[in-house]
């Protein structure tokens, strides 16, 4: 009996042991974990498991939480656990689910013609009869109502918006912004957020996060921008600037031109980075792999744009900020890509650069057209068909993620399935290249010219792959990816950053610089010394080409005088905005009117066109390039981290309106192969088919292998796989 006790014993203490195990090993199954690179992510709009499983979907729009100001309590805790169930339901099935969550606050007015009150916000309703409901996630009752909360402008008055469906009236709903400086408002928004997560969801596309043109000079921005100047400002800069030494009675300016214009614009995007960055804290309590990006404008990808909105994409993509960027980037079909009826390509890659290189490498997506109507009046199936594949071809060749909208044509579904059969080639990839154009914000920030975006269109018009770095990447290793680095006119840049160049260009590295840089600091004051220009064995930079050898590198000089017009483009505006914000046509030459539309103007292209010829006599030909003209293809490269593959993206932009496709045929590509690596392979298709081996032929091995392939044909979008050794 003693015996059977202890055999029963063991039996037990084995089962036991054994139970035990199971549940960590089914707790540790339940851990779900989103793959969070770009290669993985394929977005579709519903979440439907026909309509993603149909196009080969991975991430999609799951269920959160309510607004507090929405709902009772009870109803808010029932939303919660019905959000829970929906959204685990989605990651037993593999799929990321993400969530919009707006930040604004929502009222309605007696008509949508009358002006509305901060008093008609319901927020305030909220506030008077139910916060003390919800304290549990925002906190006890605040003395400042919500009213005190609005982002506002100099004479009190607030900004809002009110909807419209496409071609329709607007109705009386309006809405307004909270304060990224308000402590008040922050505090709700961070409940706000982490009730979303407790969903859990994977992440949040968190929206209206910006400031609105002309505020915020509420108090707390006030005392806020003060300390900003003291933290980030050196006196002897603002001495300089502005013959200020105390800053304790500085006020925000009003408009460009005052004292401090340019700090007020940093600190506007400062403030609202540092808002993503609270609402990531307060949602990663409740959910450690918790994602986040704002929706703040920011995807026309230059400086302009960081001014009205506050939407510094450099600050937002620095890491412990978002983990993703989402961005409104195309104005309807006056930027949608393509070929227009007067035959110009219309392109998108120098944003989709500048969002790759400011996210680090982050998923970017890209809200973009709705190739549905009314947008459209009465599409075809063709029309629909060939936009899609457009749209996603040209996100995908610029490491971006197209997000799939209300309908998806046959033509984007064979491009989704296409991408899902090569996402082990995908995953883990990163734009590069042998060249990198330094894009910088800043510029424009301190009201200067740069013209990264339009050298992009540039280069890609002429076939040279290329990537866009940003000022940052200058101070880390990253530096060292490339063999050319063009300065397309950066008149500010540190001197920390012009000796990081120096030392570049002593191991071997090329610059190319166009215009004065680095005559002024980052501050935008006038430098004591141009470490570039001595570079190049001069104190001022000459009105001539120059090339200087320095040790193991090369750097080289262009000219760039600014004219009076300052290559300004002449446009037609559309009223004072665009869809996004203002033009800024009157400041600012590089704007998508000109590098998306190829309405750059004359003289800054013809400079542009001399840079373009200069890379190619640099590299003596042998660079990443289509050697032949072909003027609707744009090529972009990319490697995986162990350096086994390198990617060769292809984009036909002679697609349009109507769906007509025409096919690139016998398109000669040179490529040059990574240091220190050969090239073993080459597979590729043009046609959204399975990839097939194309031959190649070795132009050179030195100093790196340069090969020369051809696509016998493109249709929209094509990939190579370069497998290397």
């Known amino acids: 009996m003693a015996q059977f006790k202890k055999m029963f014993a063991g039996v037990l203490l084995f089962f036991t042991v054994m139970m035990l195990s199971l549940c960590v090993k089914s707790n540790q199954t339940q851990v779900w974990k989103p793959l969070a690179d770009w290669g993985h992510w394929r977005l579709g709009q519903k979440a439907d498991l026909e309509f993603l499983q149909k196009n080969h979907f991975t991430v999609t729009f799951g269920s959160g939480a309510p607004s507090v100001e929405d709902v009772t309590r009870e109803e808010f805790d029932k939303k919660i656990a019905e959000a829970k169930e929906f959204n685990k339901s989605y990651h037993d099935q593999g799929y990321i689910v993400l969530r919009y969550l707006s930040t604004s606050l929502n009222g309605t007015s007696e008509s949508n013609k009358d002006i509305p009150t901060k008093e008609q916000i319901k927020m305030l309703k909220f506030y008077n009869e139910n916060w003390n409901d919800f304290q549990d996630y925002i906190g006890p009752k605040p003395e400042q109502d919500p009213t005190t909360w609005i982002t506002v402008y100099p004479d009190g008055t607030f900004p809002f918006y009110r909807y419209a469906p496409y071609g329709k009236e607007t109705g009386s709903g309006f809405e307004t912004w909270g304060c990224p400086n308000n402590p008040y408002y922050n505090r709700m928004m961070e409940g706000r957020i982490r009730a979303q997560a407790e969903t859990g969801i994977d992440g949040s596309y968190v929206d209206w996060t910006q400031i609105a043109g002309g505020t915020c000079y509420c108090s707390y921005c006030q005392e806020a921008f003060v300390k900003y100047l003291k933290d980030t400002l050196p006196i002897a800069a603002a001495q300089a600037k502005y013959n200020v030494a105390d800053y304790q009675s500085v006020k925000p300016p009003q408009k460009r031109g005052e004292p401090f214009w340019m700090e007020w614009l940093k600190f506007r995007g400062y403030s609202v980075a540092e808002f993503h960055k609270r609402l990531r804290t307060a949602a990663r309590q409740a959910n450690p792999n918790f994602m ?18 506050a939407g510094n994409m450099e600050y937002l993509g620095k890491e412990g900020y978002d983990d993703f960027i989402y961005s409104e980037m195309q104005e309807f079909l006056d930027s949608a890509p393509r070929k227009n009826e007067e035959g110009v390509k219309i392109t998108n890659s120098p944003a989709l650069k500048f969002l790759s290189a400011a996210s680090h490498g982050k998923p970017v997506i890209i809200y973009a057209t709705e190739i549905t109507p009314p947008i459209f009046p009465d599409p075809t199936e063709k029309c629909l068909s060939a936009m899609a594949q457009i749209n996603i071809a040209e996100a995908v060749a610029n490491h971006t993620i197209f997000r799939e909208k209300r309908e998806t044509p046959p033509g984007a579904t064979a491009v989704y399935q296409f ?37 992009s269109r540039v280069l890609a018009d ?118 996004f914000g203002p033009t800024m046509a009157d400041l600012f030459a590089d704007i998508p009117e000109g590098y998306t539309r190829n309405r750059i103007d004359p003289q800054l292209r013809a400079a542009l066109e001399a840079l373009a010829d200069k890379i190619i006599s640099v590299f003596d030909g042998k660079l990443t390039c289509l050697p032949e003209k072909s003027p609707y293809v744009e090529m972009t490269t990319m490697v995986n981290k162990d350096m086994s593959k390198m990617l060769v993206h292809f984009v036909n932009y002679d697609v349009t309106l109507d769906g007509t496709i025409t096919p690139a045929t016998d398109v000669a590509v040179n490529l040059l192969a990574p240091k220190g690596k050969h090239i073993k392979q080459i597979q590729y298709s043009g046609e959204l088919a399975a990839l097939n081996q194309v031959q190649y032929n070795v132009i050179s091995e030195q100093p790196q292998q340069l090969v020369m392939f051809e696509l016998d044909n493109l249709n929209v979008y094509g990939l190579a796989v370069v497998s290397l050794e």
Do not use: W
Not at 463 to 482: P, Q, R, S, Y
Not at 539 to 557: L, N, R
């Open 292 to 309: 986040i990006a704002g929706n703040v404008f920011g995807g026309f990808g230059y400086g302009p744009i960081a001014c009205d909105a």
């Open 419 to 455: 991408l899902a059969e090569n996402e082990t080639n995908l995953v883990g990839a990163q734009l590069t290249g042998n060249i990198a154009v330094v894009a910088s914000l800043n510029q424009y920030l301190a009201g200067e010219l740069s013209f990264a975006f339009s050298a």
């Open 462 to 579: 002429r076939g040279i792959a290329h990537v866009m770095i940003i000022e940052d990447d200058l101070l880390t290793a990253k530096i060292n990816d490339f063999d050319l680095i063009v300065l397309p006119y950066l008149p500010l840049l540190s001197l920390q950053k012009q000796a990081a160049l120096q030392k570049y260009v002593e191991n071997g590295g090329r610059v190319l610089i166009l215009g004065e840089c680095g005559q002024k600091d980052e501050n935008n004051v006038a430098q004591q010394e141009n470490l570039l220009a001595k570079m190049l064995g001069v104190e001022k930079y000459p009105d001539t080409v120059i090339e200087k050898a320095i040790q193991k590198g090369q750097v080289s000089f262009m000219p760039l005088p600014i004219p009076e017009s300052r290559f300004l483009i002449a446009m037609k505006s559309k009223g004072e905005y665009t869809t």
